[in-house]
């Protein structure tokens, strides 16, 4: 009896290692590669080879040529591995080209039909702009691999600003972020002025129940780079108004005019629940939350005169920050190389403009 218990208990310890070894040996391949790819290769370590990744771009957004000598990625965002150019010689050995939207629908510039496309290449389109100025997309269809804008649905998500967390210092309040001399209840710059569009009609009426300040190229009132946040400074509140309604649509009128220039934004753009989506409910004010512009002109009023109810329109202030690229043709453009592993592959927009406009 003790003699058979024992054969079976070996019998069982032979039959788990028997197991064990053999989902060793089916896992060592992958145990070999995990250890043969080192993210970052030591100065003992034997040279192991690292992919380079090609951003090319085809030309520049609006002409602003940027200066992008060196390893542009490594010294200015700490991206390795990553060559950023604009040296149209690079096509074949370009893993990403970026087509700028703008001088593709006014005919200034062409995709490159003429070169043979590497199968590895993928084209990237690039917009900052809402689907009502990007044009008629239909005849890219089917050629971009690639989305970059400020949609959050697309490839390369490059939005105008957002809040990046930040800690103030012990005993800091609201009061401290709110900026002294208020001396304008509301602001404006505006340096597109069209009748038809929705802020238009908006601003015609509100100025009807309280003032508005108004600046910008529209009414021959520029605000340089220098001035115009001192001037935002001194508004409680600014019309952040976008010149079209879409999906994140959230431009720099919010996050730098607005946010930056610490006057509380009135928003017109997309929903409130699209806002709320990118920074506190608490943090401004939208033209929908009011069923008339008169309405609307009459709280701003009252929240100027109340100020625990102004104030507390700044609490953000308390953990956030805001924060936008450095450079909006070079920072994104390099920040694909960090995402190689993430992208969807193989992708392409075989019908740009429903994705547009959807
Ligand atoms: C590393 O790159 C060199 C040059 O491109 C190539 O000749 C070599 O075969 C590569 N080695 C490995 C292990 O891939
Ligand atoms: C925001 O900041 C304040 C003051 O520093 C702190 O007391 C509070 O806990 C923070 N709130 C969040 C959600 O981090
Ligand atoms: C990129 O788009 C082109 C054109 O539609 C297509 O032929 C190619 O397979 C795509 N490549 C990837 C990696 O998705």
Not at 55 to 61: F, G, I, K, P
Not at 185 to 190: D, G, M, P, R, Y
Request: aromatic share 14%.
């Amino acid at each position: 009896m003790a003699d058979l218990c024992s054969f079976r208990w070996i019998l069982a310890v032979l039959l788990v290692s028997l197991t064990l070894l053999g989902s060793l040996l089916v896992q060592w391949p992958s145990l070999l590669n995990t250890f043969q790819r080192p993210t970052t290769p030591t100065q003992s370590s034997i040279p192991v080879n690292v992919t380079t990744t090609t951003v090319l771009v085809w030309y520049w957004a609006f002409g602003f040529k940027e200066n992008i000598r060196g390893n542009v990625c490594k010294d200015r965002f700490g991206i390795p591995n990553c060559i950023l150019s604009d040296d149209r010689s690079l096509f074949s050995q370009a893993d990403f080209i970026i087509f700028h939207n703008r001088e593709l629908i006014n005919g200034q510039q062409r995709l490159p039909f003429h070169l043979p496309r590497p199968h590895k290449q993928r084209w990237v389109w690039f917009s900052m702009e809402s689907p009502a100025n990007n044009g008629n997309l239909r005849p890219f269809a089917g050629q971009f691999n690639y989305t970059m804008s400020y949609r959050r649905d697309a490839d390369f998500f490059t939005p105008y600003g957002w809040l990046a967390p930040h800690s103030v210092g012990p005993g800091m309040s609201v009061e401290d972020f709110i900026p002294k001399d208020k001396s304008h209840l509301a602001c404006w710059i505006v340096s597109n002025y069209a009748a038809h569009h929705r802020r238009t009609r908006v601003y015609n009426r509100l100025k009807q129940v309280i003032q508005v300040e108004v600046y910008g190229g529209a009414v021959n009132r520029r605000l340089d780079s220098e001035h115009l946040l001192p001037t935002v400074s001194h508004c409680y509140f600014y019309l952040a108004f976008e010149n079209s309604e879409f999906q994140d649509y959230i431009t720099e009128k919010l996050w730098k005019n607005a946010l930056e220039g610490g006057a509380v934004p009135v928003v017109l753009g997309p929903s409130r629940r699209n806002y709320e989506a990118m920074i506190p409910k608490d943090s401004f004010i939208h033209v929908d939350d009011f069923s008339s512009v008169e309405e609307l002109g009459q709280f701003l009023k009252q929240v100027a005169e109340d100020r625990e109810r102004y104030a507390s329109y700044f609490k953000w202030k308390l953990n956030y920050t805001v924060a936008h690229t450095s450079n909006w043709l070079v920072e994104p453009q390099c920040r694909i190389c960090t995402t190689l592993t993430t992208l969807q592959k193989p992708k392409v927009y075989t019908d740009l403009q429903s994705w547009e406009w959807k």
